[in-house]
C-alpha cells in the first residue's frame, strides 16, 4: 500500500456487500474479479461479499446489519422490466432505505439507474451509447464531495473540474431523482440529501482489462466492424486511457464511514 493510496479505514476492514445484477452474463466471473481489483487497490482490509439476484429463484441478497456498505451494481437488463429478479431488487433497497436509515448504499450503473428510478427520477434510452473512459463535470457539490479525499490525487480533477470513469451503458438517468444532490454534471452522479446513497452512471470498478471484454458491444451499438482493426484500435485505445478509478474509490470508501 503506497502512501498516496492509504487504506480509508484506517486499519479498520470494511464489510462490503456487493450485487452483482447481471442476468445469465459469461463474464459475472471477471465482473466480479474487477471490483477485488479495484477495492484492494485501495484497501487490503476490506471484505467483499458477492451476491446474485438475477441468477437464484427466491434473490440473494445480504443482510444490511452485517455490511458498512451496500453496493448496487451493474446490469445487462433495463432497469425499467418488471422481471421478478429486478422487482425483488427494487424491494430490497426500498427496505434497506425504509428500515435501515443511514446505511450507506452505492449504485453504480445499472444501480445508478435503479435507483433513480426508485426515487422519481426518469430512465432513458441514449442516442449514442457509451464505450470507454470519459470526462464528466463536477458540480460545485461534487467539487465539495471529492475534495474532502484524505491525500487524494482527485485534487488535480477538483481543478480541472473533471472526473474520467469507464463507461458502458446505452441508457441514462434523463431527470434527476427527489432527494439527491448532483454531484456529476448530466446525471452521472447523485448523493441523496441525508448522505446514504451514492451513485454513478460510470465504472470506478473496471480497469482497461474488464471494459475490454465487452469490445463487441460496439457492433450492435455502433455499427462498427470488429474485425476492422484501426476501427477495434481506437476503441481499445479509449479503453486503456487513464481514469479515476482508484480515487473514486478512496472516496467512497471513505465516506462509507461518516456518519
Excluded at 422490466?81 to 425483488?88: A, E, G, P, S
Amino acid at each position: 500500500m503506497t502512501a498516496e493510496h492509504a487504506d480509508p479505514c484506517d486499519g479498520r476492514p470494511l464489510n462490503i456487500a456487493i450485487l452483482l445484477n447481471s442476468y445469465r452474463s459469461p463474464y459475472i466471473a471477471e465482473i466480479r474479479d474487477s471490483y477485488v481489483r479495484s477495492i484492494s487497490a485501495v484497501s487490503r482490509n476490506s471484505s467483499l461479499t458477492f451476491f446474485y439476484p438475477a441468477e437464484k429463484a427466491d434473490g440473494d441478497f445480504p443482510d444490511p446489519d452485517a455490511f458498512d456498505l451496500i453496493v448496487i451494481g451493474g446490469s445487462n437488463a433495463d432497469p425499467r422490466k418488471t422481471h421478478q429478479w429486478i422487482l425483488r431488487v427494487h424491494r430490497f433497497i426500498l427496505d434497506v432505505v425504509a428500515h435501515h436509515p443511514g446505511k450507506k448504499m452505492c449504485g453504480i450503473c445499472w444501480g445508478h439507474q435503479t435507483i433513480s428510478l426508485l426515487f422519481g427520477g426518469e430512465i432513458v434510452d441514449m442516442e449514442k451509447p457509451e464505450l470507454g473512459v470519459t470526462e464528466a463535470t463536477l458540480t460545485p457539490t461534487g467539487r465539495r464531495f471529492f475534495s474532502h479525499n484524505h491525500k487524494n490525487t482527485t485534487t488535480k480533477n477538483n481543478e480541472t473540474g473533471v472526473l474520467r470513469m469507464q463507461q458502458h451503458h446505452r441508457r441514462a438517468v434523463g431527470v434527476k431523482p427527489k432527494g439527491f444532490y448532483e454531484l456529476l454534471a448530466g446525471h452521472q452522479s447523485f448523493l441523496s440529501h441525508n448522505n446514504a446513497i451514492l451513485t454513478f452512471q460510470g465504472h470506478p470498478e473496471k480497469d482497461a482489462r474488464a471494459a475490454k471484454l465487452r469490445v463487441k458491444d460496439a457492433a450492435r451499438w455502433f455499427g462498427t466492424d470488429v474485425s476492422d482493426d484501426h476501427a477495434v484500435g481506437d476503441l481499445v485505445r479509449q479503453m486503456e486511457m487513464k481514469h479515476d478509478g482508484t480515487e473514486i474509490w478512496e472516496r467512497i470508501l471513505r465516506w462509507a464511514r461518516e456518519t
